[in-house]
């Protein structure tokens, strides 16, 4: 129940193309739900998040779609460009014991071919 | 404001060693927690520390454990390392409250 499902494992994009990414839930419980980017040799950084309350939202080319009764969000890469390359996480969570506790899902390695 | 900082980037160790990995969170950033970073795994949540006390600890093994100092500094221990712990081992901070986490870098260990 723990569990955040993350797909695909790797994705090749055209350039100006678009990259989707999906996420998958069960604790009803999250209520937030980041995406963090890796570039190699460097550690993951916030990119978007998201509360439930919404269903969408965008910044720039970047937009995360929640489904709320489906427990499913994902992250959408529009316009994609090479500089996009690099390892999405989705994660999802939620306060308990005075923190928050992350989920994170397994990760998606982007290549945006130029 | 300078990042997230962990020490050190790179690591070779053989079976049955320790190591000690160390984390210098954001100034003002009170909450460290640790993870592990396998391929295909993502990233595993290992524990958090806050104000010197742990708060949350993951599913590993007693052979990982951690502190935290009075300047907020954190450290990671694995003690008779399997050749399974080869990891991207990084670290993360956050102010009280907050649900932003910010990363460093990482510590890459290669157990041989």
């Known amino acids: 129940q723990q569990q955040v499902k993350q797909s695909p494992q790797s994705l090749i994009v055209q350039k100006g193309g678009i990259s989707i990414i999906n996420c998958a839930y069960e604790n009803t419980a999250f209520d937030y739900f980041p995406w963090y980017q890796q570039f190699p040799g460097k550690g993951p950084a916030l990119l978007i998040a998201?509360?439930?309350?919404?269903s969408e939202k965008k910044e720039g080319r970047f937009t995360i779609s929640f489904n709320k009764s489906a427990k499913q969000f994902s992250l959408h890469i529009m316009d994609s460009q090479p500089g996009d390359s690099a390892t999405y996480f989705c994660a999802a969570s939620s306060m308990a014991s005075g923190t928050y506790k992350y989920i994170f899902g397994t990760g998606t390695r982007l290549k945006v071919l130029a | 404001k300078a990042g997230v900082t962990q020490t050190p980037r790179y690591l070779i160790k053989t079976r049955g060693q320790q190591v000690t990995l160390s984390c210098s969170p954001i100034s003002g950033h009170r909450s460290v927690s640790w993870y592990q970073q396998t391929p295909g795994q993502g990233l595993q949540f290992l524990f958090e520390?806050?104000?010197?006390?742990?708060?949350n600890k993951g599913n590993f093994p007693g052979r990982f454990s951690g502190r935290q100092f009075s300047n907020s500094r954190s450290e990671m221990n694995v003690s008779t390392l399997e050749l399974g712990d080869s990891a991207l081992y990084l670290c993360?901070?956050?102010?009280?409250?907050?649900?932003?986490?910010?990363f460093g870098a990482g510590s890459r260990l290669t157990v041989l």
């Open positions: 998201i509360r439930p309350d919404v």
């Open positions: 520390y806050f104000s010197e006390t742990q708060r």
């Open positions: 993360a901070s956050s102010s009280e409250g907050a649900n932003v986490l910010t």
